[in-house]
Structure formats: C-alpha cells, structure tokens
C-alpha cells in the first residue's frame, strides 16, 4: 500500500468522493454526489490546503483521507481539520487508516500547522490511539461530537 497526494491520482477523485458522500453525506443535508466530487476537486493541490491524499494497493484506491481549513461550523476559530478519513471495509484492521492520517499529519507539519484538528461521532478511541487528545465535545443536530487535537 502507498499512499498519494490525490491531486497525482486524479482518476481516483470520482471513487473518493463518491466514498465520502456515502459515508459522510448524512452530515450535512444539502450534499449531493454531484457536490461531493465538486469539493473534493478543490482538495487537488500539492501544498497548502486544502489537500487530499489517496491510499492505492496497486493502481486501485483503498482509503483516503485530508487536511481542510475549516469542517465544523460550530467552531470556526479552529483550523486546520483532519476530515474525511476512509478505508474500504475489506481493508480495514491493517494498519492503513493510520498510514494515511499519517501522511496528513506529515503534509500538516511540513506546511508549518502547530496544531491540527478534528471531529468524530463514534471513533474517538481510534484517534486517541493515533496520538489524538479530545478538547471538547459539540453537540451538532442533536448528535454529540468528539472534537480533538494533536500538534502534527
Ligand atoms: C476508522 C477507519 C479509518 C480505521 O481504518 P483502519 O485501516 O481499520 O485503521 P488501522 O488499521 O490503521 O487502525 C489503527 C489502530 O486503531 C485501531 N482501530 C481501528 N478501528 C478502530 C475503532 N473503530 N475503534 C477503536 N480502535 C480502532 C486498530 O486496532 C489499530 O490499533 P493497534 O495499532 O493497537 O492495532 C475505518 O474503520 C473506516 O474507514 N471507518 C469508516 C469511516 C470512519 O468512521 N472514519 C472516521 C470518521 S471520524
């Protein structure tokens, strides 16, 4: 498994952002699988933000995850934001979702972040694994959200 900047594997964008809208398009009510793929084009660049990263096994996209400026209203003060972090199912247990963050966390450091951010609803155990310390929790549409940090 390697994982890319996505923006060098642009045949991968309609796969990933068609894994985004399924997995996380319940979050926002307006989304659309048209409008997933429309943010995720914005994600193509190689420095700066906001960027995405694809994890490949062979030529075939397995996970991906990125680093955006802002991902929760509730908190606008807080940037950047790890977001949209994926492995296929039959792929997961194997290390990759933490290779991937890694590769975010890397970006995030060589980019000159101090500290980056994230929510979660339900894997906040993951994340503190990772390294991930909770700051606060939001409540969002009545759902209760991990927000957490780390320094990259
Ligand atoms: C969360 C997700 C990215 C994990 O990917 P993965 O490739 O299975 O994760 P890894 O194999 O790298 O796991 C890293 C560590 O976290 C642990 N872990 C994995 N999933 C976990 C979970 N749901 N809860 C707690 N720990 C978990 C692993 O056991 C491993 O621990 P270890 O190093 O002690 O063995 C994957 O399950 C996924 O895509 N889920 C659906 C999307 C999602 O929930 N994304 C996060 C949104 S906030």
């Given amino acids: 498994m390697e994982v890319k900047l996505l923006v060098d594997c642009p045949d991968a964008v ?44 062979g030529d075939t996209p397995i996970g991906t995850a990125s680093l955006v400026e802002s991902d929760l209203e509730e908190c606008p003060e807080l940037s950047p934001w790890l977001a949209g972090v994926f492995v296929l199912s039959q792929h997961r247990g194997l290390g990759y979702g933490a290779q991937i963050i890694n590769a ?12 980056i951010y994230l929510f979660t609803p339900n894997k906040q155990v993951f994340f503190e694994k990772l390294g991930w310390l909770q700051s606060h929790r939001v409540l969002r549409r009545g759902v ?4 957490m940090e780390r320094a990259p």
């Fill in 14 to 57: 309609p796969t990933v952002s068609g894994w985004l809208f399924e997995q996380f398009g319940y979050l926002d009510p307006s989304a659309t699988r048209e409008r997933a793929e429309v943010r995720v084009r914005t994600r193509l660049n190689a420095t700066g933000l906001p960027v995405a990263f694809v994890a490949l096994q």
């Fill in 104 to 115: 975010v966390v890397d970006h995030s450091r060589r980019n000159g972040f101090k500290k």
């Fill in 144 to 147: 209760s959200l991990s927000v």
